[in-house]
């Protein structure tokens, strides 16, 4: 029997069978049904007790967001780890590190039940093993185990299952008390390391929304001596996406630091709905992407490894060279930035440290700061960069916005295509690959031939006659057609293959093309030397209906046909 066509019997109808997106898992709350939900971490939980992650009897941790969904598929969780044999350790709605950093040091598994930054109508559950997330490597496995778990759900009859035609529940589920002390660690991990009055004289407008971390980082700012003002608590759930702020939220910004301008304010923060990714805006009210807060964080910690996502603005990759700082680029996901500190770590380095574009940081290791020990936390963060870039500020006697603007003049925008056909995605991302598929992460374009980069770093110069020359010569003529001179392009001197096609040109403009990795979208980012230009270059790809992806979507389409 197959799960994936297997009709239950006892449903009303099929069931929408959760996957592994980016990190984690998601979808449209409609499709995350108590039944769907229950045999996920059924199948996650005996996943880890396989491989010896954890016993029987064992404490699993759990927590969730603010939006309205959580709670009913937290209950999902609990029943899941109690019929797996598994005690429920309930954190109650506190940030996704805040849960992850507790249960690491308890070394107990832990779920999340959170959507971050996506819209209310859809949610998702973050598993993280004893030692910290779960990484692609894990996937298959997990997914093999839940397959297993619906088929014994599926085969059973009417009077048999736990569930309801639309499954859910028959009898009503409750959660346990709350247990605190993942709240508490979480705010003594920063209490403990920071000096109690490093921000004292300090005035911070704190944008809380329906962040969920909300109250625990106002008080850990005030424990650091800065007084916070909050504003625009909201009871309903308010998706901020830190990587892709809207037109609304840029003039909200604005506005605010108009407002409290007299009050001397350093800075406006704020984070997503499970507050692991931060948002910086300065005392001008302008916002910063996370990851150029990323190499302000690296700074002040003394990082000696960096692992960032291909996606960030090249500002990193310029910076952390000229201040000596090691680093790779990664595919896009925590799971990938967190193999390669694991892999940086494997090879000696002692303070690594990785970040995503959305600004959630990872520390790999260990951290000395200010004579403490700040532990490793390897999963997204909004705390930690909120507080170094203030502090950071502090020490160089800078404002916030005097800081940023020391960084390298690059600018970043992205956009997407919602609906956009999956196998359309892959076909553009293949039409445009090296003949060996994933093994050559990088071309650049030499005079006579190409210079090829494959996974192990190894470079080799190819000369004219060279197959793999001549294809990627006519791969790039194909691609000026659509990057051409009209928009402003100009020569393609290199392509990157680390996730999707990542294109520079001679005058620096970078153009980016990914497919989503958990939805029917396609992704464009840009990067360029003025944000005018950055901006540009988005609208020309992701313009409805003769864009750079729609004109590659209907002559790929057609050429298929």
């Not at 971050?116 to 996937?139: A, F, Q």
């Not at 504003?231 to 901020?240: C, E, G, T």
């Not at 990664?330 to 990938?336: D, E, F, L, Q, V």
Request: contains cysteine.
């Amino acid at each position: 029997m197959n799960s994936t066509n297997y009709f239950p019997s006892f449903l009303k109808e099929k069931p929408n069978q959760l996957k592994f997106g980016t990190s984690g898992i998601r979808g449209l709350v409609a499709e995350m049904s108590d039944l769907e939900c229950y045999t996920t971490i059924k199948g996650f939980i005996q996943y880890l007790l396989e491989i010896g992650d954890i016993q029987k009897g064992d404490p699993i941790s759990i927590a969730g967001d603010f939006r309205s969904s959580s709670e009913r598929i937290m209950v999902a969780v609990a029943a899941a780890i109690e019929d797996s044999g598994c005690k429920v350790d309930n954190c109650g709605y506190i940030p996704t590190p805040a849960l992850a950093y507790y249960a690491m040091q308890k070394s107990q598994a832990s779920i999340m039940v959170t959507g971050s930054h996506i819209p209310d109508d859809r949610n998702g559950i973050k598993p993280y093993k004893k030692h910290g997330e779960v990484l692609k490597t894990d996937e298959a496995e997990i997914l093999d185990h839940v397959t297993k778990i619906r088929k014994q759900e599926y085969i059973k009859k009417v009077d048999e299952t736990i569930f309801n035609e639309m499954g859910m529940f028959k009898k009503a589920r409750s959660l346990s008390s709350v247990n605190k002390e993942a709240e508490v660690s979480y705010v003594r991990r920063y209490l403990n390391v920071f000096p109690p009055n490093c921000l004292l004289s300090k005035t911070i407008v704190l944008y809380e929304h329906s962040a969920v971390g909300r109250d625990i980082l106002a008080q850990v700012l005030r424990g650091l001596g800065a007084e916070v003002i909050p504003v625009a608590r909201s009871d309903r759930f308010v998706a901020i996406d830190t990587e892709s702020l809207t037109s609304y939220d840029r003039k909200f910004f604005r506005q605010l630091a108009d407002e409290y301008r007299p009050s001397d304010i350093c800075a406006i923060v704020s984070t997503d709905g499970d507050s692991d990714r931060p948002l910086i805006v300065d005392e001008q009210g302008e916002f910063h992407r996370g990851d150029v807060v990323g190499i302000v964080v690296s700074q002040y910690v003394n990082a000696d490894f960096a692992a960032v996502p291909i996606s960030a603005n090249d500002a990193v990759a310029i910076q952390l060279e000229k201040d000596g700082i090691a680093f790779t680029n990664t595919r896009i996901g925590s799971p990938y930035v967190i193999a390669a500190m694991n892999e940086a770590i494997t090879k000696g380095r002692h303070s690594v440290v990785g970040w995503e574009v959305n600004g959630g940081f990872l520390t790999g290791t260990d951290l000395v700061i200010n004579g403490k020990v700040l532990k490793a936390l390897p999963t997204r963060d909004a705390f930690l960069p909120i507080i170094c870039v203030i502090l950071q500020a502090i020490k160089k006697d800078l404002s916030v916005s005097e800081l940023l603007a020391e960084l390298p003049r690059r600018y970043s925008q992205a956009g997407l295509i919602d609906h956009f056909p999956v196998d359309t995605s892959k076909m553009i991302i293949e039409r445009f690959s090296p003949l060996q598929g994933d093994h050559i992460i990088q071309v650049d374009f030499e005079d006579d031939g190409v210079k090829v980069i494959d996974k192990t770093g190894r470079t080799s110069l190819l000369d004219s006659q060279d197959p793999i020359t001549r294809a990627m010569l006519e791969k790039r003529k194909v691609l000026k057609r659509y990057f051409n001179s009209r928009p402003g392009f100009d020569d393609i001197i290199r392509i990157n293959y680390i996730d999707g096609i990542r294109i520079t040109f001679a005058k620096g403009d970078v153009s980016h093309i990914r497919p989503s990795g958990n939805a029917p979208q396609l992704r464009f980012y840009s990067n360029a030397n003025s944000q005018e230009r950055a901006d540009k270059i988005v609208q020309f790809a992701v313009a409805e209906s003769d864009g750079i992806l729609r004109r590659l979507e209907k002559e790929l389409s057609a050429v298929d046909q």
